[in-house]
Structures are given as C-alpha cells and as structure tokens.
C-alpha cells in the first residue's frame, strides 16, 4: 500500500519485475461510508458484535484497526446507505483474521426485503487483505447496505481485525 500527500504524485510499478512505470493517474472519488475506520461508531448498525476500537495496527501502520468479536451464529455490522439507480457501487475493506482462519461475508444489500445485490463469501487469515464487491443498483434507488459478516457465516467465538472501510461510485476501488 502506498500513500501520498494530497497533491504529491504516486508511482506506479510493474508488479512482476518492480520497475517504474511513471505516475499512477487515478480520478478523484468520494467514500459514501462515514467514519470508515470507527466500527464502534452509532453510525454502523450492529447485531451481535462486540468492538473494541483501535486494537490493532492497520495496513498503513497506524493504531486504528478495530477488532469484531462475533456473539452469535449471524454475527453482522453494516452501514445503511442511499443509492442511486442503474449505478453500480464498489463496497471494499480491509479484514484479517485475530488468530487461524475465519470464514465471513461482505455483501451490499437491497434495503426493503434484504435482497443482495452483490456478496463476496471469503476466509480471512492473519494476513491483511483488501476485499472488494460491486454491485449495480438496478432500477432501485432505495436506501442499501454495506455488510460485513452475517448470513451464518460469522459466529460465536471468532474474531477479526477491520479496517478502512470504502463504498465508491465505480466498478472498481
């Protein structure tokens, strides 16, 4: 992961050889989500989650991963959001297991009767890692949600470090 200052280029490199390929060009976006790096925030929705804020260090080496520890069969957090229609909206965030491996879910949903419009099912190890969903609206331009967990997947007993949570009007993050 590289960062810059707002303003200061970026480099863009090949990713088998490592040689420079010149300035990495990016358009600007906004991230929908609020307070992206404060799960325990009242703007997340929880169900069946403890968090403990800034419990790990974050892929920028920063001390501001929180740590989910799910309490039930269908452990979830999500942040509810207003979408526009035929738009497609790229969820991502960054996830690594506290210890193993633990099976979870990212999803964007369809607010009225739960309908998922994209789901990415994943295992997270002690690695971090980005995962990544998109998914189109459709004709639908009701409030959605950004899910991390659920859908049986996130139980009791197992924990996870999370951070940098992003939704962005684009097919890509």
Excluded: C, H
């Excluded at 325990?40 to 989650?49: E, F, Q, V």
């Excluded at 980005?130 to 609206?137: F, H, L, P």
């Excluded at 007993?157 to 009007?169: D, R």
Aim: charged share 10%; net charge neutral.
């Amino acid at each position: 992961m590289q960062t810059a200052a707002s303003g200061a280029p970026r480099f863009d490199y090949d990713p088998t050889t490592l040689q420079p390929k010149g300035i990495l060009l990016e358009g600007s976006r906004t991230n929908a989500l609020k307070y992206s790096e404060q799960f325990d925030n009242a703007i997340w929705g929880k169900s069946y989650i403890s968090i403990t804020p800034n419990a790990a260090l974050a892929p920028d080496g920063t001390l501001t991963a929180g740590q989910l520890d799910a309490t039930n069969a269908n452990s979830y957090i999500y942040q509810v959001y207003t979408g526009a229609a035929n738009t497609s909206y790229t969820f991502s965030v960054w996830i690594k297991s506290v210890s193993g491996t633990t099976s979870l879910r990212i999803n964007q949903y369809y607010n009225a009767g739960n309908a998922a419009l994209a789901t990415l099912t994943l295992t997270a190890d002690t690695t971090w890692r980005r995962y990544v969903v998109t998914a189109n609206t459709g004709a639908t331009s009701s409030p959605f949600w950004a899910t991390i967990g659920g859908a049986g997947t996130f139980s009791t007993g197992e924990s996870i470090y999370v951070w940098g949570a992003q939704l962005e009007t684009a097919q890509t993050p």
